[in-house]
């Protein structure tokens, strides 16, 4: 059984950064492809980023690229969401997710930590 827990959110001002966590309660930690996902009031939720296994490998969705990052840490099984000059529109509840080796979705998902950018 995979475990995520966020941690991280908060409420903060047009322009702050803040840096989500996401703990892993898992067995083979570098074998999962970590996503970072979002979902707005009245909104479907969205892919943000995700990251491969080894770290290589990054996707951000267009409206993050260059103030998003996404790592990971293999040996403490914890990846991490860095986001730099917030927008009132990054407004969501954020949730980390892990998909396993060969799987085509993400099996596994936290509770979700609240971001909220104000103006």
């Known amino acids: 059984q995979v475990q995520l827990v966020e941690s991280g959110g908060g409420s903060v001002q047009a322009g702050d950064s803040l840096r989500l966590s996401c703990a892993a309660s898992v067995g083979i930690f570098s074998s999962y492809v970590m996503g970072w996902f979002r979902q707005a009031p009245g909104k479907e939720r969205e892919l943000v980023v995700r990251?491969?296994?080894?770290?290589?490998?990054?996707y951000y969705v267009d409206s993050v690229k260059g103030r998003f990052t996404i790592i990971r840490d293999n040996a403490k099984k914890m990846v991490f969401l860095q986001m730099n000059s917030l927008k009132p529109e990054d407004t969501a509840v954020y949730y980390c997710?892990?998909?396993?080796?060969?799987?085509?979705?993400?099996?596994?998902w936290g509770q979700g930590t609240q971001v909220t950018v104000s103006s």
């Open positions: 990251i491969s296994w080894s770290g290589e490998t990054t």
């Open positions: 997710a892990a998909k396993a080796w060969g799987s085509t979705s993400y099996g596994y």
